[in-house]
């Protein structure tokens, strides 16, 4: 073990030469290059396997129990409760093999006295000689070798993965060394924002090119304040709404471009919402202290207006099937809906545990209702159990909003802060995001990138936030906007497009600082 360990490669001399050229052969056999794992070994003097698993095999290919027996037990470095495991294993196929050949005897001596012994619980014991009467049951001819070798291939397979290193190699364990560097490099990289495997022949760090930086089109059509924005699942749309009274319907041109698809008027009140359904063929819109109205993308028109001028909606989602919705409303007495496309109430949670809901959402996997009530409190609850959680925040929360991957969510404060919860309830504390100014106005923020990895928000200082959600100071401050942005939206399938809404009456288009020579900031 000395000549083993006294060779190290690397500038810091970290690496045991002995162990990297094991990993490396490890890997040549796992990726079918056998011949060249062989030849590797013979150059080297290096074996992949240890001399003791060597051994071992020898003893479990020929059948010699005792003395596989004898090896574990003598192997100082095991766990009690890995030993125990590992002989478990061997008595089992030993018993297997005794009782298929017809020497019951020796079968029922070793489960009555060797298998108790090692403690490994009275169900695997159980199971065990269950197996045995089953084999017993089962036609008994001549003994197979063939299907005797394949168990004991098996059995060597399991020990391989269970006895700890330098006895055996992790699998895959050069893959996992190079997976975990590459991802540590992603991790400190607070600009990725690729989807795909990043290359391993230099060290990984993404430039701010990579995300939204730069105005590369305004669109002006709303003619008051826009209050919110929201892409499609799809990424070909964009859906506007603003104090004007109206929605917009944008198209996103392959080049991307947008252009003006559909004008939604139909509501007396500004419209303060808007939400995409999951197959993207239809949108809902709330007005702001009205009714919720449902259109067809396509054409632009109104198929279903939804409960009457005395409901106040505050808020709307779908679930994934784009059949089923649900919208909060301001009135305690109204509490949150569930309705299909047809107006048809499916459910409804009412009364005094549910007051004035500001704010709602369903995860994209459907399990779970997040809701927004008594402006303080987060209500999350499983729609199939009913089971719920309630998280309690110490100020005024104004927004809600969901990762695609149903893990996480984000909620704006008016104390200039956003919290970012899981679904699960593994934190006990939110992780905090801060440098935007809000204290008045409601304020909406997204997730968004490649894998949700950056977090945006708008401001009353007129300007648009990104952070690395590993990071909580701002890595970007986009300016532009004259007036408060209420609203941002990041492009699910255009990782480097972002869209913001203000009070200045105009949406703004952000793509990265590449994009920008080839897409020149255009009017609608």
């Not at 230099?202 to 590369?216: A, F, G, K, N």
């Not at 929360?397 to 909620?411: A, G, K, N």
């Not at 894998?451 to 909580?472: D, H, K, L, M």
């Not at 399938?493 to 009070?503: F, I, K, N, V, W």
């Amino acid at each position: 073990m000395s000549m083993e360990g006294s060779c190290r490669l690397g500038s810091k001399g970290q690496i045991k030469k002995h162990e990297f050229v094991r990993v490396i052969i490890q890997c040549l056999y796992s990726i079918g290059c056998g011949k060249s794992a062989s030849c590797l070994e013979l150059e080297s003097g290096i074996a992949c396997q240890s001399d003791y698993f060597r051994t071992l095999e020898s003893k479990i290919l020929s059948g010699n129990w005792n003395g596989c027996i004898d090896m574990l037990n003598g192997i100082k470095e095991l766990t009690e409760e890995t030993r125990a495991t590992a002989l478990f294993l061997v008595l089992k196929q030993s018993l297997l093999e005794y009782s298929k050949c017809g020497d019951d005897k020796l079968a029922l001596e070793i489960l009555r006295k060797e298998v108790p012994s090692l403690q490994v619980g009275r169900d695997k014991i159980h199971s065990l000689a269950h197996s045995i009467l089953f084999s017993k049951d089962m036609e008994q001819s001549k003994t197979d070798n063939n299907e005797v070798c394949e168990l004991r291939r098996k059995l060597l397979q399991e020990l391989e993965n269970l006895l700890p290193p330098p006895i055996t190699i992790p699998g895959r364990r050069l893959e996992h060394l190079v997976e975990t560097a590459v991802l540590t490099q992603i991790d400190s990289c607070m600009y990725h924002n690729l989807s795909g495997a990043v290359s391993l022949y230099e060290d990984h760090l993404c430039s701010r090119d990579q995300i939204p930086t730069e105005t590369v089109q305004i669109l002006t059509e709303h003619k008051n304040e826009v209050w919110f924005v929201q892409f499609s699942h799809n990424g070909e749309y964009l859906a506007s709404s603003s104090s004007d009274c109206t929605a917009i319907i944008w198209k996103v041109l392959e080049d991307g471009c947008l252009i003006f698809r559909h004008t939604l008027r139909s509501h007396l009140n500004p419209v303060s919402f808007v939400a995409w359904s999951p197959d993207d063929s239809k949108l809902l819109t709330c007005g702001n202290g009205e009714v919720l109205k449902l259109w067809d993308v396509e054409t632009g028109t109104c198929k279903h207006t939804f409960g009457d001028h005395g409901f106040i909606v505050s808020s709307c989602a779908w679930f994934p099937d784009s059949e089923r919705l649900v919208c909060g409303s301001v009135d305690p007495e109204k509490g949150i809906y569930m309705w299909d496309c047809d107006g048809n109430e499916l459910k409804a949670w009412r009364g005094m545990r549910m007051p004035k809901i500001v704010d709602l959402a369903v995860t994209p996997d459907g399990e779970n209702l997040i809701s927004i009530f008594s402006e303080k409190e987060i209500r999350i609850l499983n729609v199939g159990t009913n089971a719920e959680r309630v998280i309690s925040e110490d100020h005024a929360i104004t927004s809600l909003s969901i990762s695609r991957d149903s893990e996480f969510f984000i909620v704006n404060l008016n104390s200039q802060e956003i919290h970012m919860w899981d679904i699960a309830g593994k934190m006990e504390k939110p992780l905090k995001y801060m440098g935007h100014m809000q204290s008045k106005y409601v304020i909406r923020s997204c997730f968004g990138g490649a894998n949700s990895t950056f977090i945006a928000s708008g401001s009353e200082n007129t300007q648009v936030y990104i952070w690395n959600r590993r990071n909580s100071r701002p890595i970007e401050v986009l300016c532009g906007h004259t007036m408060t942005v209420n609203s941002v939206s990041w492009n699910l399938q255009r990782p480097q497009m972002l869209a913001s809404a203000s009070d200045d009456q105009t949406i703004r288009i952000w793509g990265s600082s590449l994009s920008k020579k080839t897409q020149p900031k255009k009017l609608s």
